[in-house]
């Protein structure tokens, strides 16, 4: 067995406006709640208007598995994988690939990212950082409020 963490970074094509994005990630939490905690996969997806990004981690046959049928939805395109390594241990013990949503950041605590300029490190600080704190990356151009 081999615990195996992957960073990607997608681009909807379904609207994520505020209106519509609700149902969209429902949708999305509602298909990673049914096979995540089954599948030993656990991670994180945050979004913003035009990009998703997430992290997922499990043992490689599994989590290859599900990345598989997750760059096949017709819901995002321009699916770039960022990184696929083995770790020793999770960083996201417990969290089914729960979504955060830009209106669920707390205005407070805003911090501009431009996710295509991070590296694959960048990127799972900024998840981190998002799992810590239940915060805090938006892109600059951004929807959120
Ligand atoms: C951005 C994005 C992230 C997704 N993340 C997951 C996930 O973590 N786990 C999962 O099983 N499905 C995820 N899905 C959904 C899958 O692509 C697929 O629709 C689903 O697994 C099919 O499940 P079903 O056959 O039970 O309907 C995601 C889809 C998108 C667009």
Same mark, same amino acid.
């Given at each position: 067995?081999?615990?195996?963490?992957?960073?990607?970074?997608?681009?909807?094509?379904? !609207?994520?406006?505020?209106?519509?994005?609700?149902?969209?990630?429902?949708?999305?939490?509602?298909?990673?709640?049914?096979?995540?905690?089954?599948?030993?996969?656990?991670?994180?997806?945050?979004?913003?208007?035009?990009?998703?990004?997430?992290?997922?981690?499990?043992?490689?046959?599994?989590?290859?598995?599900?990345?598989?049928?997750?760059?096949?939805?017709?819901?995002?395109?321009?699916?770039?994988?960022?990184?696929?390594?083995?770790?020793?241990?999770?960083?996201?013990?417990?969290?089914?690939?729960?979504?955060?949503?830009?209106?669920?950041? !707390?205005?407070?605590?805003?911090?501009?990212?431009?996710?295509?300029?991070?590296?694959?490190?960048?990127?799972?600080?900024?998840?981190?950082?998002?799992?810590?704190?239940?915060?805090?990356?938006?892109?600059?151009?951004?929807?959120?409020?």
């Amino acid at each position: 067995m081999f615990l195996t963490r992957a960073i990607y970074v997608s681009t909807p094509t379904v !609207p994520m406006g505020p209106k519509e994005r609700e149902t969209v990630m429902n949708q999305i939490s509602e298909a990673g709640l049914r096979h995540n905690p089954d599948n030993g996969i656990s991670g994180l997806l945050a979004h913003d208007s035009d990009r998703f990004v997430q992290v997922l981690e499990g043992e490689r046959t599994m989590l290859t598995e599900t990345l598989i049928r997750i760059a096949a939805d017709p819901r995002h395109t321009d699916f770039q994988l960022f990184s696929m390594q083995e770790i020793s241990q999770r960083m996201f013990e417990g969290w089914a690939a729960v979504l955060i949503s830009p209106g669920d950041w !707390p205005a407070s605590q805003p911090r501009r990212v431009a996710f295509e300029c991070l590296t694959s490190e960048g990127l799972l600080e900024r998840l981190l950082h998002i799992r810590r704190y239940g915060v805090v990356a938006a892109r600059a151009i951004t929807d959120a409020a």
